[in-house]
């Protein structure tokens, strides 16, 4: 049986270390005159979800006060210990509200929609998890079932929750959600990929709100897709 949105957690990781980025955080790059966060944060803070819960380290009050308006904020305190870790820590807040589901995002996908969500939650039921991935590819965001918590609350290390989705206990769907709303930000050279991507949405907005004549208006051929599911990486 699916979860209602009512009845589902939903966390923002917004914890990691930005190993590959650099010297500064990812999270707090420019796309678009937002931070990079924002995006994400934003799309999730129209759900009606039971609870939204983001966790942030410790030491960064800016992304506190920046999310706390619209999230449960879920400090760690150990960010070094990995996306394991950071899982656990929302989780553990989380479980606070007694929700039947939990879908964990992550706060460098700047393009996730709020339909997908749902779409993870309507597949609860058939499956104990599901990805956002295909068949061949496990791929955020993700929505646990009830059976999952107690494994959720409890990890550690930089793997995330890939031990408890690949060893074989729960049931497992991937949802195959277009590549282009999965496009993750790890390195700057993804970030300028995600500049380019957010410019032609714009575009493809701006075509569709100005009326022109079909006579006259010459026909454009769109960018070659195949790029997006490219550089939409495996995760860490």
């Known amino acids: 049986m699916s979860v209602p949105l009512n009845r589902a957690a939903i966390i923002l990781l917004a914890s990691g270390l930005s190993r590959r980025y650099g010297n500064r955080d990812k999270l707090t790059a420019n796309l678009g005159g937002k931070h990079l966060i ?24 800016d992304l506190k006060e920046h999310l706390i308006n619209r999230f449960v904020i879920a400090l760690n305190r150990k960010p070094k210990h990995g996306l394991g870790h950071s899982i656990a820590v929302g989780v553990q807040v989380a479980l606070q509200f007694k929700p039947d589901a939990i879908v964990v995002c992550m706060g460098d996908m700047p393009f996730i929609e709020g339909w997908l969500v749902e779409a993870l939650l309507a597949k609860l039921g058939d499956a104990d998890i599901v990805h956002a991935g295909g068949a061949e590819r496990v791929h955020p965001p993700t929505a646990f079932g009830a059976a999952c918590f107690d494994q959720l609350k409890a990890l550690d290390g930089d793997d995330g929750a890939k031990r408890i989705i690949g060893q074989g206990v729960f049931r497992v769907a991937g949802l195959n959600a277009p ?46 897709p195949a790029p997006l599911s490219r550089l939409s990486a495996t995760r860490r």
């Open 38 to 61: 924002e995006h994400s944060a934003s799309e999730l803070a129209k759900l009606p979800a039971l609870t939204r819960v983001a966790v942030t380290p410790t030491d960064r009050n």
């Open 179 to 224: 590549a282009p709303i999965l496009v993750d930000v790890d390195t700057r050279e993804e970030l300028e990929f995600a500049k380019r991507q957010l410019a032609l949405r714009d575009e493809i907005k701006l075509r569709a709100a100005r009326p022109v004549s079909l006579a006259s208006a010459p026909m454009e051929p769109m960018p070659d």
